[in-house]
């Protein structure tokens, strides 16, 4: 029976191989160049244009949320000042 060449067989793990190192290093500059273009993104007009037109579109109610948040405001606390109202109109509606 033959010996069996070790040298020629397949690691087992990766770590301490060459496919490890050269696997690190395009990792690290797949990163690398992703948060750069990120950063060069991110600094341009053509971004901070459709930056503004996605803020304006989800921050701006429209007029149907406005309508429906304002069917739910009937239970909102008043406010000290919309109460002293009520009360002086009513006195005044009692001496009329």
Same mark, same amino acid.
């Given at each position: @029976?033959?010996? =069996?060449?070790?040298? +020629?067989?397949?690691?087992?793990?990766? &770590?301490? #191989?060459?496919?490890?190192?050269? $696997?690190?290093?395009?990792?690290?500059?797949?990163?690398?160049?992703?948060?750069?273009?990120?950063?060069?993104?991110?600094?341009?007009? @053509?971004?901070? =244009?459709?930056?503004? +037109?996605?803020?304006?579109?989800?921050? &701006?109610? #429209?007029?149907?949320?406005?309508? $429906?948040?304002?069917?739910?405001?009937?239970?909102?606390?008043?406010?000290?000042?919309?109460?002293?109202?009520?009360?002086?109109?009513?006195?005044?509606?009692?001496?009329?």
């Amino acid at each position: @029976m033959d010996s =069996i060449d070790t040298s +020629k067989r397949k690691p087992r793990r990766t &770590q301490g #191989t060459p496919s490890y190192f050269y $696997r690190n290093r395009f990792a690290y500059a797949f990163i690398a160049a992703g948060t750069v273009l990120f950063g060069i993104w991110s600094l341009t007009p @053509m971004q901070r =244009i459709a930056n503004e +037109k996605l803020h304006k579109q989800f921050s &701006q109610p #429209t007029e149907a949320e406005k309508d $429906r948040k304002g069917l739910f405001d009937f239970t909102a606390p008043r406010r000290g000042q919309f109460i002293r109202e009520a009360i002086e109109e009513s006195q005044e509606m009692q001496r009329r």
